[in-house]
């Protein structure tokens, strides 16, 4: 009994955090509905292809047979790829987009969640303070933009905790955790590479710190290097076809973005993404104050952590000098994009100072004093609260409006048939809603001509002549990830071929091989048909010693799959 009362126990933090979860979602669980936001085309696609691989053991790492119109275009090898297929994995598993929706909205909500809860709990004891910290978390910033609007940034924000935690553990016992910060650095890595280089940044004060007061320096030196290795074998699969494609192609970056229009903002009933409502800003302000000025009575640990996560919010906020900045490092446009995508680990840093300074506050406070700070909090809690689970039943009721999306962002492409988008939404076959809302992605496409070419990808040029032209040719999926095109001509002639063609693209044209093609400004290929019935193979050919690095890859997760199973077997026998 005494054992149950303690898993119980432990157990409690969790459900409740499950049950906040669930409270956020209940507009889509009532609703029967499926939030279409501003990412959700763009990751589906993503998703569905690593699900039809999988389904069919018809494995193509680069080229993209089942989604993005079957262009064969690189996407997920530049962008998460063993994530895609996790998700993937998720979807042939679930078999609907609306399953797949609520499961993986609970994932990034109950992931993100855990980790402040054990963020705050680290700093200070009071559980009911922890779980109000954390209600806020997850209600604010980019953790619920997955849940709303899919963006993967969120699934960063979720991590971000965990990274922190490293980094107090790091200030406090003057040593890392190697295994547990490769780990950590992996597993983002796999997911999103900008969200990874955050993480990482964000731990340097941390590691210089800990550097500094550590009495065994060469020790942490060798579990640096150890972590860094770890993270490097593990992300083999990304570094790798990055560089391999940026060296032997002109790849577009992903689309620029004006920085200062995308920086944070004061919202009065808004906070997610781009803006911080007031309450919640207030009692930032209020942390940094109290630190501040009780900053030699104040925990060290909370002062510096309050500071540290006030400059990032500054950082990230439409305050700072972003217009000046992006002249002076244009870059940026492409790669930040968004200055508010540094709230990840600002706000993570600001709450769990409060959670410190109200612990303090609650410890030497009287009654009447308690009562006010402990009511200030839940209001901010409310405050918080309202608005997300406010934004999620309207988008779930847009759902069964005419206008289905939520966002129309980019969208050239839907079905006048709006019942049946829901349909594709709910049934068993979700390649279907991929033809019935396409959307133009110009992302990661290669640039042919790069003199007379805009520095990003023309999505107009994709959507002319991949998109509307689609429909048109019959498309299969052969062994060995080759995609085949065929159509039927009336007369001889110069046709666009809906594809993306790279310089490892081997193409055959009616059973022969060409060596020289025409191509448009984003690698389309311009080929001269026959009469008749015409047929076209696109086979992307990689290296084998890039083979050799995907398998490495593969085979260290593997390892580190068994290894972690057989502790948790362990501790279960110990227990």
Known sequence: MKKIAKLLDNALPLIAITCIAFFLMQAQIVYRSVIIGSDAMFHFNRFYDAAKQLQNFNFSFFQTNYGFQ??????????????????????????????????????????????????????????????????????????????????????????????????????????????KLGLLMSIIAQIHILSTLILAATLIPFYFYCLKKSQTKQRLILDTLKAVLMTTALSANIWASILYLKFTNTIAAPAPFSLADNALKIGVFKNTRDYIIYSVLIIFIFQLGFVIKQRTQVDKLNFW?????????????????????????????????????????????????????????LQDSNNIKRHLITGALLFVVMESFVPNVTDAFERSEKYHTYEVLSSWSAVVSVSQNRQEIRHSLHGKYPGQLLQLVEKRIPDYLPQIDTKNHAKKANSKLYQEQVIYQYHLFNHKVLPNGKLQLTWNANNSSRIMIPIITYKQSRLTLNGKVLTHYAQTKIGVPL?????????????????????????????????????????????????
Do not use: D
Request: aromatic content about 14%; proline content about 4%.
């Open 305 to 361: 952590l309050t500071i540290y996560g006030a400059l990032v919010l500054y950082l990230s906020s439409s305050l700072f000098f972003w217009m000046p900045i992006q002249k002076l490092l244009p870059f940026l446009a492409s790669n930040l994009q968004f200055p508010v995508r540094l709230t990840i680990i600002a706000y993570p840093l600001l709450l769990v100072g409060v959670a410190m300074s109200v612990h303090a506050l």
């Open 527 to 575: 080929l001269h048909q026959q009469k008749g019935t015409n047929t076209v193979t696109l086979q992307f050919i990689q290296p084998k010693w890039m083979t050799g690095l995907l398998c490495f890859s593969i085979l260290m997760w593997l390892i580190l799959f068994g290894f972690l199973a057989q502790k948790v077997l362990n501790k279960l026998k110990k227990s």
């Open 70 to 179: 079957q262009s064969g275009r690189i996407i997920n090898a530049m962008y998460g790829p063993f994530f895609a297929y996790f998700n993937g994995l998720l979807l042939a598993i679930l078999g609907s987009w609306s399953r797949y929706q609520i499961v993986t909205n609970f994932m990034v909500y109950l992931i993100g969640g855990y980790g402040m809860y054990k963020l705050a709990i680290l700093v200070q004891p009071k559980r009911q303070i922890a779980l109000l910290v954390t209600t806020i978390f997850m209600n604010i910033g980019w953790l619920p933009r997955w849940h709303l609007a899919q963006n993967l940034n969120s699934w960063g924000a979720a991590i971000a905790p965990y990274a922190i935690i490293l980094g107090i553990k790091m200030v406090r016992q003057h040593k890392i955790e190697w295994f």
